[in-house]
Structure formats: C-alpha cells, structure tokens
T-cell receptor, first 117, second 112 residues
C-alpha cells in the first residue's frame, strides 16, 4: 500500500529565510506522482508543485522547489525567501493511479508552517 | 477557466435536514472527487466519479449520496447527518490521466 509520511507537525521560519518541509513516501509502483499543496486557514487547497517519478530534474515553481531523492524515497519541499503569507498548513500527497481514468490522492499528516517577521 | 467552484462556502444544518453541496468545473476534466477533511487532519477520499460514473465509494455511510448529473457538475446530497459529520468538504477534478488535479475552496459544514 502507498504511504506518505510528514514527520514535522510544525515548523517556523524567519521572514526572507528558506525552509525545508520533509516528506517521505512508500510505494511499490514504478510510476507515481508527488504533489505539494498549501492550505491556509480559509480551507482551500492550493497546488504548489508536482514531481513525476520519471522526471529527471527536480521540479521548481517560482519560490518553491522539490528536492526529489528517489533512492531515499523523499520529496522535500523547499520554500525560498519566506513571506508572511506562506504561513499555512502544507500537505504532501501521492497519486494512486487507477485504470478507469481517475487518480486518488493519499495525503500525509501535514506540516503547519509559521513565518515570523 | 481553471477553477473548481463549490457552493455554499458555509452550511449549518440540523440532524433532520436535507441539504446538498454543489461542485462545478469547466476545465473539461472527466474525473471528479469528494474529499472530507476533519479539523487538523488531512483530506480523505469519499467518492470518485470517472466519466460520470461512480468509480470509488470509500465505504461512506448512505446518509451521504453523491450525484454527477453531467461532466461539469458534482453534487453531494446530505440527509440525517450526525454532529461528527461536521467537516470541510472538498471537491476536486482532474483529467483522466490525473493531470491538473484541482481542488475547490471547500464547504465548511456544521451539523447541529
């Protein structure tokens, strides 16, 4: 069975500094996808970044980058130059693929990030 | 249009009420999903519709009844809910390949 583990319940960072949020995963499928979502207190799930298992390079999206270490089964999110608006819950998720044309996301427990001025 | 729209944003209902949650997307996605998220927990999958057919029901109690009238709309009908059903209900959609997985902003449900 697929499993996602986020071991940091809470993290804090000073504004303008970089922070790394940890995510490890377990799957026996050779093809998989990993997502990071941000969830502010308003509740919406905001897509940040995606890494496919066959992607050769680490994914980047603006201030977000994914440190993908396939052999270690880790997919850590790096946020550079933190901003106060980055304070939120962050979820790592893995995609479980079904042949019927749909995917199920399996989420980690989440990490609450607080950015301090 | 790259959004998934959920209505209402907030809902308070009694245990004997019947209400519905609505989800709409116009991205041409053929898979739509309902997730339930309790406070301080990750989202958990409830239902999946693929090409307007129910593909996954994660053993959800029958007081939750999903409906997919067309490829753009997904409803969740609620009846005789319990206070423990209070949660954030998130709708999502994706392409059949799983690409473009997009969530709505959620409906915060309180059962009194």
């Amino acid at each position: 069975a697929q499993k996602i583990t986020q071991t940091q319940p809470g993290m804090f960072v000073q504004e303008k500094e970089a922070v790394t949020l940890d995510c490890t995963y377990d799957t026996s499928d050779p093809s998989y996808g990993l997502f990071w979502y941000k969830q502010p207190s308003s509740g919406e799930m905001i897509f940040l970044i995606y890494q496919g298992s066959y992607d050769q390079q680490n994914a980047t999206e603006g201030r977000y980058s994914l440190n993908f270490q396939k052999a270690r089964k880790s997919a850590n999110l790096v946020i550079s130059a933190s901003q106060l608006g980055d304070s939120a819950m962050y979820f790592c998720a893995m995609r479980e693929v079904f042949s019927g044309g749909y995917n199920k996301l399996i989420f980690g427990a989440g990490t609450r990030l607080a950015v301090h001025p | 249009d790259t959004e998934v729209t959920q209505t209402p944003k907030h809902l308070v209902m009694g245990m004997t009420n019947k209400k519905s949650l609505k989800c709409e997307q116009h991205m041409g996605h053929r898979a739509m999903y309902w997730y339930k998220q309790k406070a301080k927990k990750p989202p958990e999958l409830m239902f999946v519709y693929s090409y307007e057919k129910l593909s996954i029901n994660e053993s959800v109690p029958s007081r939750f009844s999903p409906e997919c009238p067309n490829s753009s709309l997904l409803n969740l009908h609620l009846h005789a809910l319990q206070p423990e059903d209070s949660a954030l209900y998130l709708c999502a959609s994706s392409q059949a390949t799983g690409d473009g997985y997009t969530f709505g902003s959620g409906t915060r449900l309180t059962v009194v």
